[in-house]
């Protein structure tokens, strides 16, 4: 039951204004921080100080907190009451409601602005606003929690996330979607498109939480499509309903301390027993995402044809354990090794020997996720950046009063706008081609827009940091949302091919295209 507010006047709370007897005025609310002066972290003195003790120190108070811990039940019981005849003027975080902030969400969900796009045919307006909603409501504050302390996302949040089919959403389009309710059935499984799995990833990415993003069953988004699309009928059947219930867990184990982007120079072997009904599986896999809590993993291998790819059920001879990188451990980044794992042959994806198609076949749609999170991360950061230039004052001014940090604003703004015009425009190809003419046709157009993307991400990260100062270093208070992202935004960089290698990647594929008769 909550406490009776009374109403004050200024005048009322001026009398308070000493140890002991304290109390200020925060956004037309009165609190009494008479007992908890005391114990205010940021020590007595600064509560004493003339413009705070016994005031309206909302504008001091917003300089230094986030709304956010006003919102937190010990200091919302110091709140006692109400001015008189003045109403709260600022509005915390509301599960699924849209940024006001000029340029905090992209135009199409911005008041006053369209998009050829996003059509109410495939209901795509109203599957965002039930996708935000359980993402603010559910996975927020799990997000919050476990980059925090290092834990797996939580499953009871994965059990939510299968009765919307949102694992198999994640997926994209397809025939795993086939008959099943999405969404509450807000969208058919025939109608859902790439616009609705971008909606995902972006809502996803609004989170602020790098390593949970990836926690948050990464591995299943780059290793279940090789099983899917190349798996037998009998592994899928045994495989997929599991994974896609959230139940059981699966990555992509590649990279090996050895090779990274130089698949062929992988070092791990698979040979056939002298049956010929098994592989023997022996080597390490290093950086795999979700990898400490994988049942399955999807498995780059030398074999005696070339290179192999192989589903690799957890059991004797899979070892895993955490590698502390610059992102919270709930991302589960393991080092593996294989030490003669006995795995059947029915277990290979694709053809002996066939390995690269399947992995190749996996990265367009792999970097394109890559990309939405991108795109909305920086923004993300946008509208951190904005919100501060406007409360934090600097030589007695607003600091966006300085033309040096609007005109870091302004490049923070065209980048995320160009890089979410590229994105809806590869996007839309992809909905309107087929698998055979995507991996033709938009590979370098997707390896393009990934080193573009995290190119100005990281550009977007250097200029957050000078923008909130030393708050942009800072994992907590008001910069922490800064000091994450510069922190976390090397994966971006890396992750599904670093920057040069893409960039050169699109120029060849474009190289190949040349026209012979082209001739200045």
Request: hydrophobic content about 40%; charged content about 25%; proline content about 3%.
């Amino acid at each position: 039951m909550s406490k009776e507010m009374k109403v004050f006047t200024l005048n009322d709370v001026a009398k308070h204004n000493k140890q002991g007897d304290l109390w200020v005025v925060i956004d037309a609310k009165v609190y009494d921080l008479s007992k908890f002066s005391a114990m205010h972290p940021g020590g007595l003195a600064v509560l004493l100080e003339e413009e705070v003790a016994g005031q309206d120190a909302t504008e001091a108070f917003y300089s230094l907190h986030r709304h956010e811990v006003l919102e937190r039940p010990q200091y919302q019981r110091l709140q006692i009451g109400t001015i008189d005849g003045e109403t709260p003027q600022i509005i915390g975080r509301v599960p699924g409601a849209l940024s006001t902030v000029p340029y905090g969400e992209p135009t199409w969900l911005s008041q006053g602005y369209f998009s050829p796009y996003y059509t109410e045919a495939p209901n795509h307006r109203n599957f965002h606003k039930a996708v935000r909603s359980f993402f603010d409501e559910y996975v927020y504050p799990d997000a919050q929690a476990r980059e925090a302390d290092g834990k797996r996302p939580s499953q009871d949040l994965f059990d939510k996330m299968a009765e919307l089919e949102l694992h198999a959403m994640r997926m994209g389009p397809g025939k795993h979607l086939k008959g099943r309710t999405l969404m509450g059935g807000i969208v058919k499984p025939e109608e859902f498109d790439y616009f609705h799995e971008l909606i995902i990833t972006q809502e996803m990415s609004r989170l602020g939480s790098r390593g949970y993003g990836d926690g948050f069953l990464g591995g299943k988004v780059i290793g279940l499509p090789p099983v899917l699309n190349f798996g037998s009928e009998e592994l899928k059947a045994k495989v997929v309903p599991d994974v896609l219930a959230g139940k059981k867990f699966i990555c992509l184990a590649i990279s090996e301390a050895q090779a990274g982007s130089d698949v062929m120079g992988l070092q791990t072997t698979a040979k056939k027993t002298e049956d010929g009904q098994h592989w023997i599986i022996n080597g390490t896999k290093k950086w795999i995402t979700n990898g400490t809590f994988a049942d399955y993993f999807t498995v780059g291998c030398k074999t005696e044809d070339g290179f192999t790819v192989i589903l690799v059920e957890r059991g004797e001879g899979v070892e895993t354990r955490q590698i502390k990188t610059s992102y919270s451990t709930t991302a589960g980044t393991a080092f593996i090794t294989f030490d003669n794992v006995k795995v059947p042959v029915g277990n290979t994806l694709g053809e002996e020997g066939g390995g690269i198609f399947v992995i190749l076949s996996n990265f367009n749609h792999e970097r394109w996720v890559m990309c939405c999170a991108s795109a909305r991360s920086q923004r993300a950061i946008v509208e951190e950046c904005m919100k501060w230039a406007n409360q934090r004052k600097a030589f007695g001014k607003p600091l966006n009063s300085q033309a040096v940090i609007r005109h870091k604003l302004a490049h923070m703004i065209s980048r995320t706008e160009a890089v979410q015009a590229w994105l809806e425009n590869v996007t839309y190809q992809m909905c309107n081609m087929t698998y055979k003419q995507q991996s033709s046709k938009l590979a370098g157009q997707i390896a393009f827009l990934k080193a573009f993307s995290t190119t100005n991400g990281e550009e977007t990260a250097r200029d957050a940091v000078q923008i909130f100062g030393g708050r942009g270093l800072t994992q907590s208070g008001m910069g922490r949302f800064i000091e994450h992202y510069h922190r976390t935004i090397g994966f971006d960089s890396l992750l599904g091919g670093a920057i040069d290698v893409l960039a050169d990647l699109g120029v060849r594929q474009a190289m190949r295209a040349m026209p012979a008769d082209a001739k200045l």
